[in-house]
């Protein structure tokens, strides 16, 4: 066999008093796709930081194609041949810029292009650079009025411009349809017969079994176990999570018998060219609506929730009529969202005083809570002990900086929020996006336990996810609900 292309030998990390890697060894060889699993904090994030140049370890050795390796910064880590492709692709990318402009970006910015060079110049090379992982777009448009799918594939093309030697994902198909994500397979795939090594992050088990030729375990900041394809997931999984897979995960799913639905939609109509439905939803019912990326899902979450209009139709809620004017209007009456980009709607940055998760779970009730104009500090506290323990979120405690966990335990701590106060109406939009396979097991089991008083719908676009918490899933495509069914066990998106 070839001599690796990169090795991490000892690699330790440490923040505080967490020990976020422990004495880490790793190895990847030229044309190897190697899957990293792990349950949130396991320390994946950590290593991939390590390895793309944005951290560096306290203890041990990197190595790239035999010589020491320790890039300062992501810019030398890409110019040693090491790219990375992060989850959180709104870091990378400036929504008000040209798709084009966002394809050059890294020569723009390092002055291998000139902003002055003349724009055809600059469109024929964005125009290649956007075939290579078959981006169709107007390579005019604003980047911002694509779809998460397209940024995402614009910051993988930037990626592939140094050609390098190893290829780091990090949940590279969370915003991609089934077959935007075969496009995927197909491109690394292709990358892998070219001799680019590629480490592939990822909580979908489609993916590992679609890519992987190894799976590297990673629990408690170590390796603890390697399996080569064909890989035992059930065996993976327990030894990723150190116990089996709660046993809640099979709790059966009920619908609940009663006359009068928690919400009903008549003749819905999300846009206009979009097909009407109707749908009614019972009080302690779990309603999965699952379809592919850009299937109007995240726009039928925000039209019962306030945010956007329909075209027409009615809604009612518990009997009544439902048109809620603000989102505000709604969380007043007992309708949460859980939005799908929860930077982007729900988390806030560590400069803003409600970023420890003490205050990002009391926002949205601050008006409930005060006394005498007074921030409820105690209460904060005391909630967010409660959804650490409930949601079994790993922190330090409620004042911890909800950017600095990793991104499980971050969505954790949005779904914590919306359940600091009963809700009549919860609405979750990808709510297992990031999640692994044992937390997300743990959150579908608190769903069912907490769902009585009220009802629920999941916007999600895998599956799997779905059966997992739903007692019905929905089909839903182009703005419209497609088929119905109570087990969904023959249906496929």
């Known amino acids: 066999m070839s001599a690796p292309i990169l090795t991490a030998h000892a690699i330790t990390r440490r923040f505080g008093a967490t020990v976020a890697l422990s004495r880490l060894d790793f190895s ?23 390895l793309s140049g944005v951290s560096m370890p306290d203890e041990g050795t990197l190595a790239l194609g035999g010589q020491l390796y320790a890039p300062a910064s992501p810019q030398a880590a890409k110019r040693l041949g090491v790219a990375t492709v992060h989850q959180g692709i709104a870091d990378a990318v400036v929504p008000s810029l040209s798709v084009t402009d966002n394809l050059l970006l890294d020569a723009l910015c390092d002055g291998h292009t000139h902003w002055w060079t003349p724009r055809a110049a600059r469109r024929e090379r964005a125009r290649a650079l956007a075939a290579r992982v078959a981006l169709e777009a107007d390579l005019d448009a604003p980047l911002g009025s694509l779809p998460l799918a397209g940024q995402q594939r614009v910051v993988i093309a930037r990626a592939l411009v140094s050609r390098p030697r ?12 089934s077959s935007e994500a075969e496009q995927l ?29 190894r799976v590297s375990i990673l629990r408690d900041g170590r390796i603890v176990g390697e399996q080569h394809a064909p890989v035992d997931f059930d065996a993976a999984l327990e030894a990723m999570i150190g116990r089996p897979l709660p046993a809640a995960r099979a709790l059966p799913h009920t619908r609940p018998a009663g006359t009068q639905p928690a919400l009903r939609l008549r003749g819905l109509r999300l846009a206009p060219g979009c097909d009407a439905f109707d749908l009614e939803v019972a009080q302690g019912e779990i309603v999965a609506i699952v379809g592919p990326v850009g299937a109007g899902k ?22 009544r009529p439902w048109a809620p004017r603000t989102p505000a209007d709604a969380i007043r009456a007992g309708v949460f969202l859980a939005g799908e980009d929860r930077w982007r709607t729900s988390l806030f940055p560590d400069t803003v005083a409600f970023a420890s998760i003490a205050g990002t779970i009391s926002f949205p009730f601050l008006s409930r809570w005060r006394r005498g104009g007074a921030l409820p500090h105690e209460r904060e506290h005391a909630e967010a002990r409660n959804a650490i323990e409930a949601f079994g979120i790993r922190c330090s405690g409620p004042d911890d900086r ?12 949005l779904l914590a929020r919306w359940h600091a106060e009963p809700a009549r109406l919860l609405l979750l939009d990808e709510p297992f996006q990031g999640v692994d396979a044992g937390a997300r097991a743990d959150i579908a089991s608190t769903l069912r336990h907490r769902a009585a008083g009220r009802a629920t719908l999941v916007f999600v676009s895998d599956l799997e996810e779905a059966h997992e918490v739903a007692d019905r899933i929905v089909l839903f495509d182009r703005g419209a609900l497609e088929h119905e069914d109570s087990t969904a066990s023959h249906l496929a998106c």
Request: avoid cysteine; hydrophobic fraction near 50%; charge should be positive.
């Open 185 to 213: 397979y197909a491109l690394v795939e292709g990358l892998r017969t070219e001799g680019v090594a590629v480490l592939l992050v990822s909580h979908r088990l489609g993916d590992l079994r679609r890519l992987a030729s």
């Open 28 to 50: 990847i060889r030229a044309g190897e796709i190697v899957a990293l699993m792990g349950a949130n904090g396991a320390g994946k994030s950590t290593f991939v930081k390590i």
């Open 298 to 319: 995240s726009r039928f979450a925000q039209v019962i929730f306030g945010a956007l209009r329909a075209a027409a139709g009615q809604m009612e809620l518990y009997g």
């Open 402 to 413: 909800v950017s600095r966990l990793s991104g499980g335990n971050q969505q954790k701590v």
């Open 166 to 177: 190893l290829l780091i994902l990090d949940e590279p198909t969370a915003s991609l349809s």
